[in-house]
């Protein structure tokens, strides 16, 4: 998984208000290559949460170098929307879970897949 | 899966797509040709502007990452859902470009609000007409999907689900829970006409839109074949039995008297003319489908 999927994902148990974002907790990190595409970072950018970002970046330790807030300036720099690109779209969560903020709840992620399944009691 | 009989039927969604359906998504040329078909004119329905920049999309029933995988062709960005692991699997395992995610869209997507350019899913929706347990409602479960489908889709956003309802009031429930959340929109049906090539599409738009997506094959006109069809419609997929046919003695069949081949076009073509000339008026107009040769059933 991503930290770009990590971004959208939210908690959807019946009656979460606050499921958004979650928690990681690492157990295996891997690094693919992804096609560097300024345009698409650009577009991307206007729809992520960056605090939530920041958060998910420290989690997988990737969050060197990001700053606390992005400028318009920057979004034209090749340098920042290298390392963005990298924590966006290369640093995958293997193994691990997501951790609901409200509730505590766990959704395991195995060979990088989460599983957003939930109980009858929780729908 | 045999012809007449329905997936919905034999069992629910997560057991069903096992690791040998799985399987199939992968090896059946004819599976994959057909996903690939059925993405391309989701795509087309769903009418992105054609400006270049790759688009986040949500697959809705991504299984093995088919249909995922024309989406990374035409340029976008994509995030699967799916309720078999076993496809999913079989996703990972093929390197799609996109996440998947473990889900069951019955019970709502699990994303944040405003997030997706579109939405596509070929051939999942109609199971959330099933009951597979006894805490399923197909109302409620069309309902949770669509209101989170609803949310997390951006304003302007559309969504093209190809479905295959089973009878004409599923078609009507899956419309109505919908509309019901806000979405404008209705149903696309391709080939009306023909029972092989008929296709299901839902085209739901978030917001007002004067978008009005155009359903194929209305003219009665049957789906063209396509080469690729023809293609894994070959030799591996035939069975010939030469030893069976009989000889035959005297005059070939199919040839007449006035030198043309019988049931042949033009022979078809100068029946039809001498009946238009004996006065008859319901004989069908003449086209380039008139007296084509099917395909060879195996």
């Known amino acids: 998984m991503k930290l770009l999927t990590h971004n959208f994902l939210q908690c959807h148990i019946k009656g979460v208000k606050n499921g958004y974002p979650l928690n990681i907790e690492a157990v295996k990190i891997e690094e693919r290559d992804a096609d560097f595409d300024p345009d698409f970072l650009r577009s991307m950018f206007k729809r992520i949460d960056w605090k939530a970002f920041l958060v998910g970046a420290q989690a997988l330790?990737?969050?060197?170098?990001?700053?606390?807030?992005?400028?318009?300036?920057?979004?034209?720099?090749?340098?920042?929307?290298?390392?963005?690109?990298?924590?966006?779209?290369?640093?995958?969560?293997?193994?691990g879970s997501l951790i609901c903020p409200e509730t505590g709840r766990r959704f395991p992620v195995v060979k990088g897949i989460p599983n957003m399944l939930l109980n009858e009691d929780e729908v | 899966m045999g012809k007449s009989e329905r997936p919905e039927h034999t069992a629910p969604p997560d057991i069903?797509?096992?690791?040998?359906?799985?399987?199939?998504?992968?090896?059946?040329?004819?599976?994959?040709?057909?996903?690939?078909?059925?993405?391309?004119?989701?795509l087309e329905l769903l009418a992105l502007p054609l400006d270049g920049t790759p688009r986040l999309l949500l697959d809705i029933g991504c299984g093995s990452g088919l249909s995922g995988e024309a989406l990374t062709e035409a340029g976008h960005a994509w995030l699967g859902l799916d309720i078999s692991e076993a496809m999913l699997?079989?996703?990972?395992?093929?390197e799609v470009e996109g996440d998947v995610l473990l889900g069951d869209m019955g019970q709502g997507v699990p994303l944040r609000q405003g997030v997706f350019d579109g939405a596509i899913s070929i051939s999942?929706?109609?199971?959330?007409?099933?009951?597979?347990?006894?805490?399923?409602?197909?109302?409620?479960?069309?309902?949770?999907?669509?209101?989170?489908?609803?949310?997390?889709?951006?304003?302007?956003?559309?969504?093209?689900?190809q479905v295959y309802p089973e009878n004409a009031m599923q078609a009507e429930m899956m419309v109505a829970a919908a509309m019901k959340v806000g979405f404008s929109g209705g149903l696309v049906v391709d080939y009306p006409h023909s029972t092989r090539a008929k296709k299901f599409f839902l085209v739901l738009m978030v917001g007002p839109s004067s978008y009005?997506?155009?359903?194929?094959?209305?003219?009665?006109?049957?789906?063209?074949?396509?080469?690729?069809?023809?293609?894994?419609?070959?030799?591996?997929?035939?069975?010939?039995?030469?030893?069976?046919?009989?000889?035959?003695?005297?005059?070939?069949?199919?040839?007449?008297?006035?030198?043309?081949?019988?049931?042949s076009k033009s022979w078809v073509l100068k029946k039809k003319a001498q009946m238009r000339g004996k006065g008859y008026t319901a004989i069908p107009v003449d086209t380039k489908y008139t007296a084509r040769k099917r395909k060879k059933g195996f």
């Open chain 1, 61 to 95: 330790g990737c969050a060197e170098g990001l700053p606390q807030a992005v400028s318009e300036e920057q979004l034209q720099d090749d340098g920042f929307l290298q390392k963005f690109h990298h924590a966006l779209l290369e640093v995958c969560l293997e193994e």
């Open chain 2, 124 to 161: 999942a929706v109609q199971w959330l007409c099933n009951a597979d347990r006894s805490s399923h409602e197909p109302r409620k479960r069309l309902k949770a999907f669509f209101e989170s489908l609803y949310r997390c889709l951006a304003r302007g956003a559309r969504a093209v689900l």
């Open chain 2, 16 to 42: 069903f797509y096992n690791e040998d359906e799985a399987r199939k998504y992968t090896s059946n040329t004819r599976m994959i040709a057909i996903q690939e078909k059925l993405t391309q004119r989701a």
């Open chain 2, 89 to 94: 699997d079989v996703a990972v395992e093929r």
């Open chain 2, 212 to 263: 009005a997506p155009q359903a194929k094959g209305l003219d009665g006109a049957d789906e063209p074949m396509s080469e690729d069809e023809d293609v894994d419609m070959g030799e591996g997929g035939q069975v010939r039995n030469e030893g069976r046919q009989r000889k035959r003695h005297g005059k070939p069949k199919g040839s007449s008297k006035s030198g043309a081949q019988l049931k």
